[in-house]
């Protein structure tokens, strides 16, 4: 096999946004809204779960293990996109698109776990609510933590 391509990639050219400076400031304008309230919201819940002691509960717990997925995958996914409004050229590296992809399926995967676990715990709180504190322990609600 002679003819074999032997070209790399080394990085992607972002074309599909727009080149019009007021589509782009506008586009900034709700990406960053979006960012800022994501961040303010996930930090709102854990901030008033930690802070509240009536809601010290495996339900609550893994809220809060949700929210700071959910601030993981907004670090991952917004930053990048916002910087890249405003430059000429909208590139990025081989790696750096690779890298974002493999976060993103990772906390993605680490959610859907965590969302399984929130599933069982209203499963055993609405059918079996006289033992959910005893199968809901707080041993559990960390092995939900650790298996995501």
Known sequence: MEGENHSVVSEFVFLGLTNSWGIQLLLFVFSSMFFVASMMGNSLIVFTVDSEPHLHSPTYFLLVNLSFIDLGLSFVISPKMIYDLFRMNKVISFRGCVTQILFIHVIGGVEIVLLIAMAFDRYVAIC????????????MCIFFSVTA
């Open 128 to 139: 079996k609510p006289l033992h959910y504190l005893t199968i809901m322990s707080p041993r």
